[in-house]
C-alpha cells in the first residue's frame, strides 16, 4: 500500500506557473503507475498527465501538452507536475494517483490517491 500527499497548489494569474509535488510513502512511485488527474466544480475527474507502468514514457491530456510536465525523484519517492502557462480553465483540486492498471488515462486504473490540493487561476 502507498500513501500519496500532495502539496504546491494556489492562487497564480493567467499564464503563470505552479509546481505541484506529491510525496509518496510505504511503497516506493517505481512500483506503480503514477499519475496527475485534476476535477474542476460540477465536472467528473479528468486525466491531466502519468508515467508508464515502466516509467520511461509520459502522456498528457491535450488540453495541457506543451504546458505541463510530469517527472519523478526515486531517491525521494515523489512524483511532481510542473505547470506552465496557465490558463484560467486549468483551475481544480489536483490529485496525485498511483496505480498498476493498463489504461492511464482511466481514474480506474488508480488504487490509491492523495487528499487533492486546489489549484486557482484568476483571468
Known amino acids: 500500500q502507498v500513501q500519496l500527499v500532495e502539496s504546491g497548489g494556489g492562487l497564480v494569474q493567467a499564464g503563470g506557473s505552479l509546481r505541484l509535488s506529491c510525496a509518496a510513502s510505504?511503497?516506493?512511485?517505481?512500483?506503480?503507475?503514477m499519475g496527475w488527474f485534476r476535477q474542476a466544480p460540477g465536472k467528473e475527474r479528468e486525466f491531466v498527465a502519468a508515467?508508464?507502468?515502466?516509467?520511461?514514457?509520459?502522456y498528457y491530456a491535450d488540453s495541457v501538452k506543451g504546458r505541463f510536465t510530469i517527472s519523478r525523484d526515486n531517491a525521494k519517492n515523489s512524483v511532481y507536475l510542473q505547470m506552465n502557462s496557465l490558463k484560467p480553465e486549468d483551475t481544480a483540486v489536483y490529485y496525485c494517483?498511483?496505480?498498476?492498471?493498463?489504461?492511464?488515462?482511466?481514474?480506474?486504473?488508480?488504487?490509491?490517491w492523495g487528499q487533492g490540493t486546489q489549484v486557482t487561476v484568476s483571468s
Open positions: 494517483a498511483a496505480g498498476s492498471r493498463a489504461i492511464y488515462s482511466s481514474p480506474n486504473s488508480y488504487d490509491y
Open positions: 510505504g511503497r516506493t512511485v517505481s512500483n506503480y503507475r
Open positions: 508515467f508508464s507502468r515502466s516509467g520511461g514514457i509520459t
